[in-house]
């Protein structure tokens, strides 16, 4: 259960505001994810790093504004959100991203985030 | 790019019956399917998965069966217990990249 956290568990903030989610996974691995999950809805994937570089980017706003420094670290920038920005953001990660790999991807307890 | 269908989206059932959760996708060459649990408030969990070489997987109470020409994919629970009411996932990608998830099933099980 602690092989990937996140910080902060709730935020709630304005849409003038600029926050920013933690996600740190501590099971050495080199792809890291943010998926987007709200009421009804199917998880939608957002960003996704491998060793540090970004190889996707779901279509999203630019509002969000991912940063991985490390492996072992990924960050999603928050500024200028609406109020159905609202939803509970996950972070995952998994082994990398090479050619044929099937890794499982381990989830985050999530930031569960309200705008205002 | 692939679509994910999930049905249904709310399953009710009795302890100790069998619970089916039905999946298709549209990419013909997806061939990692994973199955995520995620109980109220929690994460999700992998519980089990298939790849594209084999048409079942088993593991204890939970099986997984995929039929490549159809394109779906079903997970089976047998002898439900109340533990096992959660949200399900499918999800369907091409060797395990950017994941694409279906709805989600709401599983109740009665005790």
């Known amino acids: 259960e602690t092989g990937v956290t996140q910080t902060p568990r709730h935020l709630v903030m304005g849409m003038t505001n600029k926050k920013s989610l933690k996600c740190e996974q501590h099971?050495?691995?080199?792809?890291m994810y943010w998926y987007k999950q709200s009421a009804k809805k199917p998880l939608e994937l957002m960003f996704v790093y491998n060793f540090k570089e970004q190889t996707e980017n779901n279509s999203v706003p630019s509002r969000f504004s991912p940063e991985c420094p490390n492996s072992s670290h990924l960050f999603l920038h928050l500024h200028t959100l609406q109020p159905e920005d609202s939803a509970l953001y996950l972070c995952a990660s998994s082994q990398d991203l090479g050619r044929g790999s099937t890794d499982t991807q381990y989830f985050g307890p999530g930031t569960r985030l309200t705008v205002l | 790019g692939e679509n994910v269908e999930q049905h249904p989206s709310t399953l009710s059932v009795q302890e100790g019956d069998s619970a089916v959760i039905k999946c298709t996708y549209s990419d013909s060459a997806s061939n990692y399917f994973p199955w995520y649990k995620q109980e109220l408030g929690k994460r999700p969990q992998l519980i089990i998965d298939i790849r594209s070489n084999v048409g079942e997987k088993k593991d204890q109470r939970i099986a997984v069966t995929l039929n490549k020409t159809a394109k779906h994919f079903s997970l089976h629970i047998t002898e439900t217990q109340p533990e096992d009411s959660a949200v399900y996932f499918c999800?369907?990608?091409?060797?395990?990249?950017?994941?694409?998830f279906g709805a989600g099933t709401i599983l109740r099980v009665k005790s």
């Open positions: 999800a369907a990608s091409i060797n395990g990249n950017k994941l694409v």
């Open positions: 099971l050495g691995h080199n792809a």
